[in-house]
């Protein structure tokens, strides 16, 4: 780029809606769990581009892939098929509880046309009241009006005026508070196995084997919106697997393409049937260039010593913190699922996530937070031993530099 042309973070200021406070640095080359800023500073990365990044940044089969596809087909529309998009459905059909496929492009865009399913299944099969959507305080499904209204955090859904009717909202892991709201009118129970924004909290196994009871009982559908734990974020293919129970409908997006934009929306034939065309559609959804990355993602992630790797990952990042936590005393807990790891802030370090952001990445790491008091890890299901250690050694230093700030 010319000098001319140059662009800083201070030009972000200057062009984009602000709706973001991206950090001071303006990250310029990837590889695997290493990042490169402007000035050829190097950061360790733990926060994969929030659960996207899950074989790292750049991976050759994922580069190989889209090399390939983008000197054959970029894109038809849904006028046509293309064949990235056919066989990548049928691999998640293969390997899921899911007989149809839709894709889109991004996870709102998939529970979107969950919860349109779920309510037009309702509407179609039962009775035009069965439309009561039950979801969960903490839960983020996406910036839609509807997924906005669907998650359970008003933060992010109040000031856009009226919103979609029939929600309810009840606590997380609460099988009652779900027992006293439920009845014949509710189309759909949605939830995330494990809470992501809402502070990496994992639904419980009678919470969810509860849940499918209670779904059954009253013909209603059970959502899983698995775009943060889904595609071996939680040690499995999909969280759903480590439950011992099925979904009616899941939606995934994320690791999906492995830093592609893709999305996609999973269920069985006798609930897929009730939409024909016209019912819903996308311009961009199964686009090959997408589909064709998300196919190498797919079978490199879809590997059962892949799966294994990240329950072991998660022990390296347990035990790191752990061992943190006895010097600094910063963490109340530290819970999730293989590598969507939540360290809840305890002591000084109390509600100051986004401060401990901000001093992470002066001290060259790349973190998450999931709220004001927890720091989120989600890095590459494959990371390096090294880039743990390395990352871990910047993190200690974070919160020491933090301490002789109080």
């Not at 983020?140 to 909202?169: C, E, M, N, W």
């Not at 022990?315 to 006895?326: C, E, G, K, R, Y």
Request: net charge neutral.
């Amino acid at each position: 780029m010319t000098k001319q042309n140059a662009v800083t973070r201070g030009t972000y200021d200057e062009v984009m809606l602000p709706i973001y406070a991206p950090a001071d640095f303006i990250p310029v080359r990837g590889q695997g769990s290493r990042v490169w800023d402007q000035n050829g500073t190097e950061y360790v990365d733990f926060a994969g581009g929030i659960a996207v990044l899950a074989l790292g940044h750049c991976h050759p089969a994922l580069v190989a892939a889209l090399k390939a596809q983008s000197e054959s087909l970029w894109h038809v529309s849904n006028i046509f098929t293309n064949e990235p998009a056919l066989t990548l459905a049928k691999k998640l059909i293969k390997h899921t509880f899911a007989e149809r496929v839709f894709f889109a492009n991004s996870g709102a865009e998939a529970n979107e046309a969950a919860f349109k399913l779920a309510r037009h299944y309702a509407l179609t099969r039962h009775h035009p009241y069965k439309t009561k959507i039950i979801a969960f305080h903490h839960g983020f499904h996406g910036r839609t009006l509807f997924t906005v209204s669907v998650g359970g955090q008003p933060k992010y859904a109040d000031g856009f005026g009226p919103k979609p009717a029939d929600i309810i909202h009840v606590p997380f892991n609460d099988l009652d508070a779900v027992k006293a709201v439920m009845d014949d009118h509710t189309c759909a129970v949605v939830l995330e196995p494990v809470q992501g924004e809402g502070g990496i909290t994992p639904a419980t196994p009678a919470f969810m084997q509860g849940l499918r009871e209670l779904c059954d009982k009253h013909q209603a559908l059970l959502v899983f919106d698995e775009v943060q734990s889904g595609m071996g974020r939680s040690g499995k293919l999909f969280a759903y697997m480590d439950y011992g129970i099925e979904p009616d409908i899941l939606t995934t997006a994320k690791a999906l393409g492995g830093g592609f934009p893709i999305s996609a929306m999973l269920t069985k034939q006798d609930i897929a049937q009730v939409m024909v065309p016209g019912t819903h559609g996308t311009t961009y959804g199964g686009n090959p260039l997408a589909c064709a990355v998300g196919n190498a993602a797919f079978d490199l992630i879809n590997d059962p010593a892949l799966l294994a790797g990240v329950n072991e990952r998660h022990q390296w990042f347990a035990d790191a913190l752990q061992s943190l936590n006895s010097t600094f005393g910063a963490f109340a807990e530290i819970r999730g699922k293989g590598l969507l790891i939540g360290a809840e802030l305890a002591g000084i370090y109390r509600d100051q996530s986004k401060t401990l952001l901000g001093l992470a990445a002066k001290n060259g790491l790349m973190l998450l937070n999931a709220g004001t008091n927890v720091l989120r890890f989600t890095p590459s299901l494959i990371i390096e031993k090294a880039d743990v250690d390395e990352g871990m050694k910047r993190l200690a230093k974070t919160l020491n530099d933090f301490r002789e700030m109080q």
